[in-house]
C-alpha cells in the first residue's frame, strides 16, 4: 500500500509542492506509506502520436525519465498528482506526463486505483487546471477521492491559503481511511 505523490511544477520547492507534501505529511503521520517525487530537472519528452504503443503496449520512446515515473504510478495505490496552473490549464511538463500514459490505457494499467488532485494559480485557472487533471484520471478509471485549488504567486505563497491547506489533513484523513477499508 503506498500513496505516490507527484508534483508538476517546474519549481522543485513551489506552492504545488508544499500542498502535495502537506497532504503526504499527514498520510505519513497515520503510518501509511509515501513517496514524493518532483518533475523539476525530470526530462519528459512530448507524446508524438505514433499509436506503436497499442502494439508494444508501453510508450516507445526512451531515454527520458518518463518510464521511471510511470513505474512508480504503476506500483502506487493512491496517486496524488499536482500541477501549477499555466495560462488555465496545467504546465506542460505535466502534460507530457499525461499525454504519454495514452500507452498504459490499451491495457487500463491505472485503472481501479484512487487518486486526488492538486491545482495551484496566483489568481484564475484553478478550475481548469483541476478539469484537466480529473480528465486524465477518469480517462484512465482511477477512483477519486477528492481535490485542492491552491492559491499563490511566488514559492511558499500558498502557505498563506489557509483554506488550501487546511484541506490537506482532511483529505489525507479520507485517504487513510480508504486504506483502512482495504485492511478489512
Ligand atoms: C508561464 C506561466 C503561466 C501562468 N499562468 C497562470 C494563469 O493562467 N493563472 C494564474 O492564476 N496563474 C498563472 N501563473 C502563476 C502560477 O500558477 C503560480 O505562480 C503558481 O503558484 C505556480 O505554482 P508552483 O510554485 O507550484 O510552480 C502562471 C505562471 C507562469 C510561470
Redesign the pocket.
Known amino acids: 500500500m503506498k500513496v505516490l505523490g507527484i508534483?508538476g511544477?517546474?519549481?522543485r520547492e513551489?506552492?504545488?509542492?508544499?500542498?502535495v507534501q502537506e497532504i503526504l505529511r499527514h498520510v505519513a503521520q497515520k503510518g501509511v506509506p509515501t513517496e514524493f517525487i518532483s518533475l523539476s530537472g525530470k526530462e519528459i519528452k512530448p507524446c508524438i502520436g505514433c499509436e506503436k504503443c497499442k502494439e508494444e503496449k508501453c510508450c516507445v520512446i526512451k531515454n527520458d525519465d518518463w518510464h521511471e515515473i510511470i513505474e512508480k504510478m504503476v506500483n502506487a495505490d493512491l496517486l496524488i498528482i499536482?500541477?501549477?496552473?499555466?495560462?488555465?490549464?496545467v504546465?506542460g511538463q505535466v502534460k507530457n506526463l499525461i499525454d504519454r500514459t495514452y500507452s498504459l490505457w490499451h491495457d487500463r494499467k491505472l485503472a481501479g486505483k484512487k487518486a486526488v488532485a492538486i491545482a495551484?494559480?496566483?489568481?484564475?485557472?484553478?478550475t481548469r487546471t483541476l478539469e484537466t487533471l480529473e480528465a486524465f484520471l477518469s480517462t484512465h478509471e482511477y477512483g477519486y477521492i477528492g481535490h485542492i485549488i491552491?492559491?499563490?504567486?511566488?514559492?511558499g505563497?500558498?502557505r498563506e491559503d489557509s483554506i488550501a491547506m487546511g484541506s490537506a489533513e482532511p483529505i489525507a484523513d479520507k485517504i487513510v481511511s480508504y486504506f483502512g477499508t482495504l485492511d478489512d
Open positions: 508534483s511544477s517546474m519549481r513551489g506552492n504545488t509542492a508544499i500542498l499536482g500541477s501549477p496552473t499555466y495560462y488555465f490549464d504546465c495551484v494559480c496566483a489568481d484564475k485557472g484553478g491552491g492559491r499563490g504567486f511566488y514559492p505563497d500558498v
